[in-house]
């Protein structure tokens, strides 16, 4: 599959200004040295800029014509006059990253959804503890956030969520988790397994079509919404309005957005997995072969 140049650049001017206005009101925080408590959080503990977000790729199998601007783009290869992103030099270059990508992606895809946590991964991550990461007051206050903690069963399956655990928290986790053990675990039920679909999609660099890309920022974008709406902190003063996971209507609301998430999330790891693994099928003179690999809302 090729694309011609008024047809890709087309699309990289739509993505441009859609990634711009994803990240329009974080780059303007940034101006001002303001920092935000819900949003900041996707671009640090997810360290993309937004310029990362902005660069438009076609994804896996699909050569550009007429680009010799990116005959030198990491990843790419010259195909007679063609470029076209190469699956098989990113599995080359990086055999073990592929790997991980592939098996993350494969192995959460195969397990059904869990959706019991309530985000208590957020409560744990305060248990018993004077000081917090975020510097915000806690909605219950300390006494009456352990209570919540220490009433409900945790069950985070998620090992990037449970090393921030409190030392009291860890030992109530229904699994003591490792970061070997991740990819046994993790499941497509998981808000965080949710929004480390970004991750995976950036670390996949031009093997996933830009639009893809920004899909899958915006899920991590609405998912980081409703991981604060729950979390135990007061965050009135920005505008969010809790999800209060300590009763049953909380519950009930938590459950029915996480679902949501969840079949967004699948629907995204399959096509994450259909777009690197298996392109376009090559034509004479214009694409690549699949690889054999190793085995805000606007407030954004």
Same mark, same amino acid.
């Given at each position: 599959?090729?694309?011609? %140049?008024?047809?890709?650049?087309?699309?990289?001017?739509?993505?441009? @200004?859609?990634?711009?206005? #994803? $990240?329009?009101?974080?780059?303007?925080? *940034?101006?001002?040295?303001?920092?935000?408590?819900?949003?900041?959080?996707?671009?640090?503990?997810? +360290?993309?800029?937004?310029?990362?977000?902005? %660069?438009?790729?076609?994804?896996?199998?699909?050569?550009?014509?007429?680009?010799?601007?990116?005959?030198?783009?990491?990843?790419?290869?010259?195909?007679?006059? /063609?470029?076209? &992103? /190469?699956? /098989?030099?990113?599995?080359?270059?990086?055999?073990?990253?592929?790997?991980?990508? @592939?098996?993350?992606?494969?192995?959460?895809?195969?397990?059904?959804?869990?959706?019991?946590?309530?985000? #208590?991964?957020?409560?744990?991550?305060?248990?018993?503890?004077?000081?917090?990461?975020?510097?915000?007051?806690?909605?219950?206050?300390?006494?009456?956030?352990?209570?919540?903690? @220490?009433?409900?069963?945790? %069950?985070?399956?998620?090992? !990037? *969520?449970?090393?921030?655990?409190?030392?009291?928290?860890? &030992? =109530?986790? =229904?699994?003591?988790?490792? =970061?070997? /053990?991740?990819?046994?675990?993790?499941?497509?039920?998981? #808000?965080?397994?949710?929004?480390?679909?970004?991750?995976?999609?950036?670390?996949?660099?031009?093997?996933?079509?830009?639009?893809?890309? #920004?899909?899958?920022?915006?899920?991590?974008? !609405?998912?980081?919404?409703?991981?604060?709406? +729950?979390?135990?902190?007061?965050?009135?003063?920005?505008?969010?309005?809790?999800?209060?996971?300590?009763?049953?209507?909380?519950?009930?609301?938590?459950?029915?957005?996480?679902?949501?998430?969840?079949?967004?999330?699948?629907?995204?790891?399959?096509?994450?997995? !259909?777009?690197?693994?298996?392109?376009?099928?090559?034509?004479?003179? $214009?694409?690549?072969?699949?690889?054999?690999? &190793?085995?805000?809302?606007?407030?954004?």
């Amino acid at each position: 599959m090729a694309l011609t %140049r008024a047809e890709w650049t087309e699309r990289e001017r739509a993505h441009q @200004e859609r990634a711009d206005a #994803l $990240t329009a009101a974080h780059r303007d925080r *940034a101006t001002k040295g303001e920092k935000h408590p819900v949003w900041d959080f996707l671009f640090t503990y997810y +360290a993309y800029k937004p310029a990362q977000l902005r %660069r438009w790729h076609p994804g896996a199998g699909v050569a550009l014509r007429d680009a010799p601007e990116r005959s030198g783009w990491r990843w790419y290869s010259s195909i007679g006059g /063609d470029v076209a &992103p /190469d699956a /098989d030099a990113f599995a080359a270059e990086k055999p073990e990253l592929a790997a991980l990508v @592939e098996r993350m992606l494969r192995r959460t895809a195969s397990r059904p959804g869990q959706l019991g946590c309530f985000g #208590l991964h957020e409560w744990a991550m305060v248990y018993r503890q004077d000081e917090h990461r975020h510097p915000v007051p806690l909605r219950l206050g300390r006494s009456g956030t352990d209570a919540v903690v @220490e009433s409900h069963d945790l %069950r985070c399956t998620h090992f !990037d *969520a449970f090393r921030f655990f409190t030392p009291d928290a860890v &030992p =109530r986790n =229904r699994t003591s988790l490792t =970061r070997d /053990d991740q990819a046994l675990v993790e499941q497509p039920g998981c #808000l965080h397994a949710g929004m480390d679909l970004y991750k995976w999609a950036m670390k996949l660099g031009p093997l996933v079509p830009g639009e893809l890309l #920004l899909d899958t920022f915006e899920l991590a974008r !609405d998912i980081r919404l409703l991981d604060m709406e +729950a979390a135990p902190y007061d965050l009135s003063a920005w505008g969010v309005v809790p999800v209060p996971i300590e009763t049953a209507e909380g519950k009930s609301e938590y459950v029915r957005r996480q679902r949501g998430f969840a079949e967004r999330g699948t629907a995204l790891r399959a096509a994450l997995l !259909d777009a690197w693994l298996s392109p376009p099928a090559r034509t004479p003179g $214009t694409a690549t072969s699949a690889p054999a690999m &190793p085995t805000a809302p606007a407030g954004a």
